[in-house]
């Protein structure tokens, strides 16, 4: 059962919202094995959204947007991404039958998100520059033309993705201390913050947890406060300069008590490998972020050893595998017989 199933009085949907669902949402939070006992946290999570079904948070809030696009008469979906975005909007497009236009700035994206849009039918256009100027691009097309706009300046978007912050405290029994995600353009910690908020209303949490959002430092506009017109990080995901939800994204810091921090290239890929061969958990760059601000403020002494705190991995690993094998050791290639493997291999 997909989230507009499971939290519809929670949702903009009516008797005349059309019935959109791959089963999306519904992910596990896993608890940390070995990351939380080595940083001395009791509580550690990881909401492992990579497990949706296109491999990212983003059909969360695709599959209402989508509905909703198609219950006003849409007939053309679009949207600009750097891939997650373009891979969901796609994916429901197909199931639904309806066309699906997506823009991506050219060489920028990761190869996985680009081949998933491509496989699920949508024609996509790779545009010169990169995700800021695709989305002006875009956003002056959608006022022009009779297409639908996707992307999470769609207020239903927000209203998707707010049902991961329903999941956490469902499964907690009360909203954590902490939660700390990746920001690119910043739906994502907006519709995270409106979760918390409309769940504490209505009786299913008693407190709301600070919002630690995490930007690459190459890529970091909310951090330094002005839009970066050239920004550059190996998290493709969030190499966003100009985020569409700036506001939503310092509100739900600054109302929550939380922070928005960069963190470096280096910390993101080291963060990466550690989740990976320490928890079993493979995830994208730009969802590793958020671990490296977490061992920084745990070095600094920010984070109490009795907190609760969850950690958003937002995207799958399978998407972006040439990111991440930059940073292993390749393979050993033998020739040989089970004695010579065996000795190679010190057993
Ligand atoms: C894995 O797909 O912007 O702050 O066009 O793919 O809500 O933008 C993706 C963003 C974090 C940042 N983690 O979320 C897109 C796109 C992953 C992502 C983010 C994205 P927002």
């Not at 006992?37 to 695709?62: I, Q, V």
């Not at 002056?140 to 639908?148: I, K, S, W």
């Not at 329903?166 to 913050?193: C, K, M, Q, R, S």
Request: include cysteine; glycine fraction near 10%.
């Amino acid at each position: 059962m997909g989230v507009i199933a499971r939290y519809r009085e929670h949702l903009p949907v009516g008797p005349s919202t059309p019935e959109v669902d791959l089963n999306e949402g519904s992910t596990p939070l896993v608890p940390s094995r070995n990351i939380g006992r080595a940083l001395g946290l009791k509580h550690l999570y990881f909401k492992y959204e990579g497990l949706n079904p296109t491999g990212s948070f983003k059909d969360r809030g695709m599959v209402v947007a989508v509905a909703k696009a198609l219950e006003a008469g849409s007939k053309v979906l679009m949207c600009a991404s750097t891939g997650n975005t373009s891979a969901s909007m796609a994916a429901y497009a197909a199931r639904m039958g309806v066309r699906a236009i997506v823009v991506v700035p050219s060489g920028e994206i990761a190869l996985n998100k680009l081949s998933q849009a491509l496989m699920y039918g949508a024609k996509v256009v790779t545009l010169r520059g990169n995700f800021d100027s695709a989305l002006e691009t875009v956003r002056d097309l959608a006022n022009r033309y009779p297409v639908a706009l996707m992307n999470s300046i769609n207020p239903n978007r927000i209203e998707g993705q707010k049902t991961a912050a329903f999941e956490v405290v469902d499964a907690l029994g009360d909203a954590p201390d902490y939660l700390l995600l990746p920001v690119g353009n910043a739906g994502n910690i907006t519709a995270y913050w409106k979760g918390f908020r409309e769940y504490q209303s209505a009786g299913k949490a008693t407190r709301l947890p600070r919002m630690i959002g995490a930007q690459a430092e190459g890529a970091a506009p909310i951090v330094s406060g002005h839009a970066i017109p050239n920004p550059t990080t190996v998290a493709s995901a969030i190499r966003i300069g100009n985020p569409a939800s700036w506001e939503g994204a310092t509100t739900a810091r600054d109302d929550s008590g939380g922070m928005i921090a960069a963190v470096s290239d280096t910390e993101i890929l080291s963060a990466q490998i550690r989740l990976a061969s320490s928890e079993g958990l493979f995830a994208e760059p730009a969802s590793a972020a958020p671990l490296a601000l977490l061992f920084r403020l745990v070095r600094d002494g920010k984070i109490e050893k009795d907190a609760t705190a969850v950690v958003v991995l937002t995207g799958s690993g399978l998407k972006d595998p040439d990111a991440a094998l930059k940073n292993v050791e390749p393979p050993i290639e033998l020739d040989g017989d089970a004695r010579t493997l065996a000795k190679v291999l010190k057993l």
